[in-house]
């Protein structure tokens, strides 16, 4: 349910599960960390979006209920720690809905481009869950004084708002989109740059990241034994059962 493919010497990884607007299953986070730290050493960057109209609708909930939360929020938070452990841009094509743990890993990417349709979504609030992927950090450093009530408004902002929060640094139309990424990738490892370099020193440090993912572990826990994760995961499948 992944696809990866390499244009101009960059990895083009890609979401490929259109039927379930590329929900993320257990074994596709696993398979996502694993082709970023494969690829962010032989690439020259990586470029990561989804197939379809959606980026990806977040974690697989029908396969997460009665599932522990702390082990599937650990899933999220390795995919975040793949990329900051590379030392290869790695650029977010967003070409549709990206929500939850999939909207908050696009968070410590080196840049963001947005199609026209790209749209994020923070549902979990309003579900009793709780943020991952070091999004209690992250979304701070790009948003702001926002970031407080992006979360607990469960927020959803089309592309301009999006761009406009500061969570997408770009719009291109889509047929561009992973064009553009691409190139992006390409000009920033020209030879005779010091991307590595720059990017050891401008990333979040992997260090205050890694203390967010602990507290951010303990949240889950706290959600799932308070009763609030199990009851909000079952509103949500509930409404849409036929």
């Given at each position: 349910m992944i696809d990866v493919t390499v244009r101009d010497e960059v990895a083009l990884i890609t979401l490929a599960r259109p039927e379930k607007l590329n929900a993320l299953t257990a074994g596709m986070r696993k398979d996502l960390a694993a082709a970023v730290r494969a690829h962010g050493r032989t690439a020259r960057g990586i470029v990561i979006t989804g197939a379809g109209r959606a980026f990806s609708a977040g974690e697989d909930i029908a396969e997460a209920a009665g599932k522990p939360l702390e082990a599937e929020v650990e899933l999220f938070h390795d995919m975040t720690r793949a990329v900051l452990e590379t030392r290869v841009p790695v650029v977010a094509a967003v070409n549709g809905l990206a929500v939850g743990g999939a909207a908050e890993w696009t968070l410590c990417f080196d840049t963001r481009i947005g199609a026209p349709a790209a749209e994020y979504f923070f549902p979990e609030n309003h579900l009793g869950l709780s943020i991952s992927n070091a999004a209690s950090h992250l979304l701070l450093r790009l948003a702001g004084g926002?970031?407080?009530?992006?979360?607990?408004?469960?927020?959803?902002?089309?592309?301009?708002?999006?761009?406009?929060?500061?969570?997408?640094?770009?719009?291109?139309?889509?047929?561009?989109?992973?064009?553009?990424?691409?190139?992006?990738?390409?000009?920033?490892?020209?030879?005779?740059?010091?991307?590595?370099?720059?990017?050891?020193?401008?990333?979040?440090?992997?260090?205050?990241?890694?203390?967010?993912?602990?507290?951010e572990t303990v949240a889950a826990r706290q959600v799932e034994q308070s009763g609030l994760a199990q009851a909000g995961m079952t509103r949500f499948l509930t409404r849409r059962t036929p």
């Open positions: 926002r970031a407080l009530r992006l979360v607990l408004n469960s927020a959803r902002l089309s592309a301009a708002d999006a761009l406009a929060a500061g969570l997408l640094d770009e719009l291109v139309p889509a047929e561009e989109l992973v064009e553009t990424a691409i190139a992006r990738v390409r000009h920033w490892t020209r030879p005779g740059t010091a991307t590595a370099v720059h990017l050891g020193l401008l990333r979040p440090p992997l260090a205050e990241v890694e203390r967010a993912f602990e507290a």
